[in-house]
């Protein structure tokens, strides 16, 4: 792991090629650098006390040992840019304060660092005790980055296909089509009923769905399952041809512009459709970047509420609109908070609440809840394959935890993390199986 | 001699660092702040509120639950801190302080701030984790403090080089301090009031 955070590192990172003589322009770094520093960001930079608490929160140095995986070290990469400009000591003594110049090598190294070894998953944030925003710090560094061009190929392809596409793996209006179409077949099948459906379209629904582009292109019968538990509760819902991926990567290269035009498309379509609510399908960052980052983008308040399809299940079954027997799923089961719902959105309740009433035996993993260990496929992880060495082995912390619950099933409500936890699964051996929440609740469904 | 360095030194390292403090409150509040507009899930007061509570709630944090001995440690230092920056203004101007019995247990709080001031300058020193997020300013920083607790236990027992050298150093760490990293606490209440408000909202820290 060592070997990555030399400055020959990313080999990997996009317009990078080679460390030395990439042709970076350090007075637009500079530029762009100075446009990112926000009354947060300077407190941030300026509060930490270097105590080192931080240390074993992060999923990455546990896993490794490596003192340059601390959160604190991490984020100093960024840190000591910002002092050498902005701070007394630092302009007229530098190392006195580790402060450093921007130059090829330290932004090469920073890039290496905020995408290569944090995941954003801000689980060292909530255990700060000045309560510095890691994340925060980490994605205003991948946003001067991606500007010169240093966002590893990998996740900048995959905000490129959705800008060109209207969905990040470039799926056409006819493939989605005919995929809906069959699952309604398989709907009305699986229900007995040849009146179900998987409305396309409908203006003045209630409620409008959003999906995963993993779904329909490799997990379809997640679609099924939120329809079948749309239709057990009798929701008015529609899904929409037009615009209709839930996730939006720009949140992972900072790309505020990007991430302002992703959310725009989903913000305008569900003015367009006229709805009360957008729900997420099970995505975490899609979750956070649409429902809470995605009006800051944009600068204003939806009309309409936004909520995870976890809030939504959860309240069917409190409402008693669905209903469900725990012994259709007896094997012990536990559940991977995804950070970006958890952590960034306060979704914790609501999956014990649907678990502890879908199945039989259900296990908490610990720590959980806020207090999650990341699987290691946040942060758009998944898609940067030049770390996926690193990502497999900083998730063993996340494998002991599902090992040590005993569980068979590990369902969780993020496609990023049922990515990641599958490979985890095949690494280390884990035996288990792996699904979304609303699988579980599927099964458990009496209809 | 001593009277000089606790009345006019002092006013002139005061008036000094109330000013470096100041042009560093200019910077922070000349930046722009980042407003959020996404409907609330939970309540921003009650963040803020909770984020200013918490290191009074060892409990309510992993790390500190974890590490409840780092915790104590902070504790006892700030604790020393805070009494032997107090008693930078009691003596000079408040006759027979150092005679009244409080102060006793004054200097046990300063003594016990220097002891877990060492124990966190021999963590730094000796751990590869702490060293690789330490600067010579974290190192140094660490170092002055604890000898300005040390000498804070000799001026509160009355011991007139103690109150000189006490003083003397007490001038210099006030120039010092805000150029440094002892000033992280001047963001504190900015930190705490941005995460409680930003994890508040999201119903995250409540």
């Not at chain 1, 609510?277 to 009309?303: D, Q, T």
């Not at chain 2, 980042?34 to 290191?55: P, Q, W």
Request: hydrophobic share 45%; proline share 4%.
């Amino acid at each position: 792991m060592s070997s990555r955070l030399s400055v020959a590192a990313p080999s990997g990172v996009s317009g990078a090629e080679g460390a030395a003589g990439t042709g970076l322009d350090l007075a637009r770094a500079r530029e762009l650098f100075e446009k990112k520093i926000t009354r947060q960001l300077v407190t941030y930079f300026h509060a930490c006390a270097h105590c080192g608490l931080c240390n074993d929160t992060c999923h990455y140095y546990l896993a490794t040992g490596d003192p340059r995986m601390v959160p604190a070290y991490k984020a100093d990469r960024f840190r000591r840019v910002y002092k050498r400009y902005h701070d007394w000591l630092g302009r007229l003594v530098p190392r006195w304060v580790g402060a450093e110049e921007l130059s090829e090598a330290v932004i090469l190294e920073l890039a290496d660092n905020v995408f290569g070894a944090c995941t954003m998953c801000r689980r060292c944030t909530v255990n700060c005790p000045m309560g510095v925003d890691m994340g925060l710090l980490a994605r205003a560094a991948r946003g001067m980055l991606d500007a010169l061009g240093l966002t590893p190929r990998g996740l900048k392809a995959t905000v490129d296909v959705h800008l060109q596409t209207r969905n990040n793996m470039g799926i056409s209006g006819e493939d989605f089509v005919d995929t809906i179409e069959w699952l309604e077949e398989q709907l009305q099948d699986e229900v007995g009923d040849s009146r179900a459906r998987i409305p396309l379209n409908k203006k003045g629904a209630r409620m409008l769905y959003t999906l995963n582009p993993r779904e329909p292109k490799y997990f379809p019968l997640t679609i099924l399952a939120a329809a079948k538990i749309m239709y057990a509760a009798g929701e008015d819902w529609t899904l929409s041809t037009n615009y209709w991926d839930v996730t939006n990567y720009a949140l992972f290269s900072g790309n505020d512009e990007a991430a302002r035009t992703i959310a725009g498309w989903l913000r305008d379509e569900a003015v367009n459709l006229g709805v009360q609510e957008v729900v997420m399908a099970e995505c975490g960052h899609g979750y956070r970047a649409f429902r809470w980052e995605g009006p800051n983008w944009l600068k204003a308040s939806y009309p309409f509420r936004v909520r995870g399809f976890v809030e939504l299940m959860a309240e069917y079954v409190r409402d008693g609109r669905i209903r469900l027997d725990p012994a259709r799923n007896d094997k012990p089961i536990t559940y991977h908070d995804p950070c970006n719902q958890a952590r960034s959105g306060g979704i914790v309740q609501e999956p014990r609440y649907i678990l502890h009433r879908a199945a039989a035996d259900f296990r908490e993993m610990n720590p959980h809840g806020v207090q999650n260990f990341c699987c290691g496929g946040g942060g758009g992880m998944l898609s940067m394959t030049e770390f996926a060495e690193r990502r497999i082995r900083a998730g063993k912390v996340k494998a002991d935890q599902i090992r040590a619950t005993g569980a068979e099933v590990v369902a969780t409500s993020c496609h990023n993390c049922l990515d990641q936890l599958m490979e985890l699964n095949k690494h280390y051996k884990l035996g288990v199986k792996i699904c979304n929440l609303c699988e579980v609740v599927a099964e458990a469904l009496v209809l | 001699m001593l009277s000089i360095v606790e009345n006019e030194v002092q006013i002139v390292a005061l008036t000094l660092f109330a000013l470096l403090y100041a042009l560093k409150l200019r910077w922070l509040l000349s930046r722009p702040t980042v407003r959020d507009f996404a409907h609330a899930r939970g309540n921003e007061l009650a963040g803020v509120t909770a984020a200013f509570s918490i290191m009074f709630r060892p409990w309510a944090m992993l790390s500190t639950r974890q590490h409840w001995p780092r915790w104590l440690e902070f504790g006892l230092m700030h604790v020393g801190i805070g009494t032997a920056i107090t008693y930078s203004f009691l003596i000079p101007y408040v006759d027979g302080i150092l005679k009244w019995p409080g102060t006793r247990l004054a200097v046990v709080a300063v003594a016990l701030g220097f002891g877990a001031g060492v124990v966190r300058l021999a963590r730094r020193v000796s751990r590869a984790d702490v060293r690789a997020i330490s600067s010579p300013d974290d190192y140094f920083s660490l170092a002055v403090v604890d000898l300005f607790l040390l000498l804070g236990i000799f001026a509160l027992l009355d011991l007139y080089w103690g109150r000189l050298l006490f003083f003397s150093l007490t001038a210099l760490l006030l120039v010092y301090v805000p150029t440094s990293k002892i000033s992280h606490y001047l963001y504190w209440p900015f930190a705490r009031v941005f995460y409680g408000a930003y994890f508040g909202r999201r119903a995250v820290v409540q």
